[in-house]
């Protein structure tokens, strides 16, 4: 009997939108699990490799190299969505081992191809029903819950009627494919979302500063946390002071944090790492030039989650698991001895 593969990830989903009443189906396909969130801006690497992000280089897309950066010339068209002030743009670029574990490049799909499954990655409702073909690998990435989440919220009616057309969308695919063969399925979101309580304007509170960007000090505000480059004590000095008189909104990383939380601590992601607390948002940053009204990647997060389904076999899974436990688990539902090297271990029972 023909076999097809899916691999579906439902980008920025909370757990609470997998329910009876927003969407049927995919509640209905087995029980929901949850993954260890890892507070990362680069989870696909970590998917697609089985290795956290101290291993795999890849913690956010963009890194301090000295201000001696490129990338806007070449990628301003692609990026010029991004609220990187013009002045900053030449302080940073686009993190190089990033482009290691993209898609075709990464560990899984390599593993994939070695055992002669055919590969198609699928951008939200685009799916070609005319490919439900054996030993094939269908990556549907639905990408539409976050930026209406970000607008609207994550309670709002544009975000329930988008969880019906994709329930709707999956249903459609599932239903199709089982007419065709087995199916073998992994579901899954690379991380929740949070509602914003308060909005902080880091950018305007270090304006006032003795210490000025670009002469000082280089920072990069993503919206739950914001990195610090020194380039003199002075500065450094001055900008601990003033975070240390931010203790409402979060905190510095502290050693123990960078290991409990999977983070590389080198140069390039910062001198120092300043996360808000969960809720709390900078506004504006160099993503959103305007408020929002929910966000990701804090260290405190709601989990995301994780469905496996098989029409031939009941799938259970043993334990709460990791992101760095997807590559390894979607391989052993595939019945593929992994020979690659990963921190993460299959979690079915």
Same mark, same amino acid.
């Given at each position: %009997?023909?076999?097809?593969?899916?691999?579906?990830?439902?980008?920025?989903?909370?757990?609470?939108?997998?329910?009876?009443?927003? %969407?049927?189906?995919?509640?209905?396909?087995?029980?929901?699990?949850?993954?260890?969130?890892?507070?990362?801006?680069?989870?696909?690497?970590?998917?697609?490799?089985?290795?956290?992000?101290?291993? =795999?280089?890849?913690?956010?897309?963009?890194?301090?190299?000295?201000? *001696?950066?490129?990338?806007?010339?070449?990628?301003?068209?692609?990026?010029?969505?991004?609220?990187?002030?013009?002045?900053?743009?030449?302080?940073?670029?686009?993190?190089?081992?990033?482009?290691?574990? @993209?898609?075709?490049?990464?560990? #899984?799909?390599?593993?994939?191809?070695?055992?002669?499954?055919?590969?198609?990655?699928?951008? *939200?409702?685009?799916?070609?029903?005319?490919?439900?073909?054996?030993?094939?690998?269908?990556?549907?990435?639905?990408?539409?819950?976050?930026?209406?989440?970000?607008?609207?919220?994550?309670?709002?009616?544009?975000?329930?009627?988008?969880?019906?057309?994709?329930?709707?969308?999956?249903?459609?695919?599932?239903?199709?494919?089982?007419?065709?063969?087995?199916? =073998?399925?992994?579901?899954?979101?690379?991380?929740?979302? =949070?509602?914003?309580?308060?909005?902080?304007?880091?950018?305007? %509170?270090?304006?006032? #500063?003795?210490?000025?960007?670009?002469?000082?000090?280089?920072?990069?505000?993503?919206?739950?946390?914001?990195?610090?480059?020194?380039?003199?004590?002075?500065?450094?000095? !001055?900008? #601990?002071?003033?975070?240390?008189? #931010?203790?409402?909104?979060? @905190?510095?990383?502290?050693?123990?944090?960078?290991?409990?939380?999977?983070?590389? @601590? !080198?140069?390039?992601?910062?001198?120092?790492?300043?996360?808000?607390?969960?809720?709390?948002?900078?506004?504006?940053?160099?993503?959103?030039?305007?408020?929002? @009204?929910?966000?990701?990647?804090?260290?405190?997060?709601?989990?995301?989650?994780?469905?496996?389904?098989?029409?031939?076999? %009941?799938?259970?899974?043993?334990?709460?698991?990791?992101?760095?436990?997807?590559?390894?688990?979607?391989?052993?539902?595939?019945?593929? *001895?992994?020979?690659?090297?990963?921190?993460?271990?299959?979690?079915?029972?």
């Amino acid at each position: %009997m023909k076999h097809i593969s899916f691999f579906i990830i439902l980008d920025g989903f909370r757990t609470s939108y997998i329910t009876k009443d927003k %969407m049927p189906f995919v509640s209905s396909l087995g029980k929901m699990n949850t993954i260890e969130p890892i507070p990362s801006f680069c989870q696909r690497p970590t998917i697609f490799s089985g290795n956290s992000p101290i291993k =795999t280089g890849c913690f956010v897309d963009f890194v301090y190299n000295g201000g *001696n950066a490129k990338w806007y010339k070449k990628y301003l068209k692609r990026y010029n969505s991004y609220n990187i002030p013009k002045k900053y743009q030449g302080y940073f670029d686009i993190e190089e081992n990033y482009k290691k574990f @993209k898609d075709k490049n990464s560990p #899984l799909f390599k593993e994939l191809k070695k055992n002669g499954y055919k590969i198609i990655w699928v951008n *939200n409702f685009e799916f070609d029903f005319k490919k439900l073909k054996p030993k094939t690998v269908f990556f549907i990435h639905y990408t539409g819950s976050e930026p209406i989440a970000f607008k609207y919220g994550i309670h709002s009616k544009q975000i329930k009627a988008y969880l019906k057309r994709v329930d709707g969308s999956i249903k459609r695919i599932f239903k199709t494919a089982e007419q065709n063969g087995e199916i =073998t399925s992994l579901i899954m979101s690379d991380h929740g979302m =949070t509602t914003i309580k308060e909005n902080v304007d880091i950018m305007h %509170m270090l304006n006032s #500063l003795n210490s000025k960007f670009g002469s000082d000090y280089i920072v990069f505000l993503n919206s739950p946390m914001a990195r610090f480059w020194f380039l003199n004590k002075k500065a450094e000095k !001055e900008i #601990l002071i003033f975070l240390g008189g #931010l203790k409402k909104y979060g @905190k510095i990383l502290s050693d123990n944090d960078f290991i409990k939380f999977k983070i590389p @601590k !080198e140069k390039k992601y910062g001198d120092v790492i300043f996360y808000m607390k969960n809720g709390i948002n900078i506004s504006p940053d160099f993503y959103h030039p305007k408020k929002i @009204k929910s966000m990701h990647g804090y260290l405190d997060e709601k989990p995301p989650i994780l469905i496996t389904y098989s029409t031939s076999n %009941m799938l259970k899974i043993k334990k709460r698991c990791n992101l760095i436990d997807i590559m390894p688990t979607f391989l052993e539902l595939l019945k593929i *001895n992994n020979k690659t090297k990963t921190d993460g271990r299959s979690v079915l029972k």
